[in-house]
C-alpha cells in the first residue's frame, strides 16, 4: 500500500498525528506536511482538527474505506502466497467469546494443533459486536456467532448447536413442586435433555424466582427477555453479569436462577437441577463467520473443515 494511505490508516487508528507519528517512526511535522500535501491534492481535509480525538471529513471517510478494501486485498495476496508456498503452514487469528473460547474450543484447537503443528493459533477474546467489525476490517481471520443479524454480514458455516437450559439450585423448593420435570447434571451429560422423551416445562412455573441474567448486548440476554414475555411475566432480576460463566457459578452457589448452555455443564454431580424450557428460543446453531468475498486461507479452511468432520461437530462430546 502507498506510504500517504498508510499515513491516513494510521490517524484513523489513533485519532492523533503525534501518536501516529511515533508508531510510524517520523517527526509529526514530516507526517503533517505529507498530509496537507494530499489535502491540497484533493482540494478538501481529510480529518477535522477542531475536535479531539480527530474525526474524519466525509473524504476522509471515503479514504478510510478504500483504504480498508486494498488492506483486506493486500492480506488475501499475502495469504495466498503463503499457501502456495507452504501448504502446511500459516496462522489463525481466531475471534470469540469467553464462552466459546472457554468451553467450545479448547478441545477442537488442541485435537488440530496436533494434527497440524506447523499453523499457529491466536485466541481473542472480545464481545460479539466488537467481533463482528475485527472480521470485517481482517483483523482475525474467523469467529462464531449465532445472532441471525450478525451471521448474514458474513459467510457462514454451521459449527456447533448449543441448548439453553434454566438452572435452579437444588434447595429451592420449586423443585420438589416439579418433582419428575427436572434433571440432573448426569442427566445433561448423557444427553437426555436431547431425547424426544424429554419432559419440557413452562417458563412460567418460576415466576417467583430470581433471577441472574445477562447483560444487553449478550445474545442470551435478548433470549432470556423473549423467554420471560412470552411466559408472560416480568422476572425479578436480582442480577445482571456479563459473562454466562460468570452467571453459572452464582446459581451454582445458590445466589439465584439462571439460564446456561448444555456445553457448560461438564461436571456430573453439581448443586444445580436443570429444566428443559419449552421454546425454540432453547435452541441455538453457531456459525463459524468468515468475510464475504474474501479469500480465505488454507490453514482456516483446514480449521473448518476439521471441525466439522469431527465427532465434536453438532455433537456432545463431553457425553459418557
Known sequence: MQQELKYIYQIYEDGSFSKAADHLFISQPALSIAIQKIESSIG????????????????????????????GLEHDLDQQIQDIQQLNTGSIRIGGSHYVNA?????IVTDFSRDYPGISIDMLEESSDVLGEMLAERKIDLTFSCD???????????????????AVPENYSIN??????????????????????????????????????????????QRAIQLFESAGFKPKIKMEQSQLATA????????????????????????LLFYKIDSDLCRRMFYALVPHENYTSIPVQKFITFYRDSRLHMTYSHIR
Do not use: W
Not at 52 to 68: C, D, N, W
Not at 103 to 107: G, R, V
Open 248 to 271: 453459572y457459578h452464582l446459581a451454582e452457589a445458590g445466589f439465584a436462577a439462571t439460564f446456561v448452555s448444555d456445553r457448560m455443564i461438564q461436571k456430573k454431580e453439581a448443586s
Open 44 to 71: 478538501m481535509p481529510l480529518f477535522d482538527r477542531s475536535h479531539r480525538p480527530l474525526r474524519l471529513t466525509s473524504a476522509g471517510e471515503l479514504y478510510i474505506r478504500m483504504i480498508k478494501k486494498i488492506r
Open 176 to 221: 420438589s413442586q416439579l418433582s419428575g420435570l427436572s434433571l440432573t447434571g448426569t442427566d445433561i451429560l448423557r444427553g437426555k435433555h436431547l431425547t424426544d422423551t424429554c419432559p419440557t416445562v413452562s417458563l412460567n412455573n418460576f415466576r417467583d424466582l430470581e433471577f441472574i441474567i445477562l447483560t444487553p448486548g449478550n445474545n442470551l440476554y
Open 103 to 107: 468451553y467450545i474450543l479448547p478441545e
Open 148 to 166: 441471525p443479524k450478525l451471521v448474514k454480514r458474513f459467510k457462514q458455516y454451521p459449527f456447533f448447536l448449543d441448548h439453553i437450559l434454566l
